[in-house]
């Protein structure tokens, strides 16, 4: 069953030990036994990527580590979606009429397309989805 959205921030609790949380250890307990989660195309593994890289860059991790972080995250079970056509349009409209992030748009925008909730540890994109109707993983 396909459970979420899940953003970058929300994954980052799996990641660091100080954000460890119990709605995702909650989640990842879920996802090991046969759910899934739903991340967008490309986004997700460069947002997961550059965090990474900040983390090692402020000596949060190193790059061993960085690297196993990675691919443990690569290894969840997931569903991978590419942005539907016309899913530009809703981006334009949640940029704007929310105040988001192009990044965060496509998140929340990944949740309306499919009626998902939106895994978020970001408060702005967790207002954002309130807003439009999406409900937050976990709230």
Known sequence: MR????????????????????VADALLARIARDDSIVVPA?????EVRNALRTAVRRRRLTEADADQRRLALADL???TVSCPPGLGD??????????????????????????????????????????????????
């Open 42 to 46: 490309v986004l997700w593994g460069l």
């Open 90 to 139: 809703t981006v334009d409209r949640l940029v704007r009429g929310c105040d988001l992030t192009s990044y965060d748009a496509i998140y929340l925008a990944t949740a309306l397309e499919h009626d998902l909730p939106l895994a978020t540890a970001d408060e702005t994109l967790a207002t954002a989805a309130r807003r439009v109707g999406v409900a937050r993983f976990g709230a």
């Open 77 to 79: 079970p997931k569903v």
């Open 3 to 22: 459970l979420c959205v899940v953003d970058c921030s929300f994954a980052m609790a799996w990641v660091f030990e100080d954000e460890q949380n119990e």
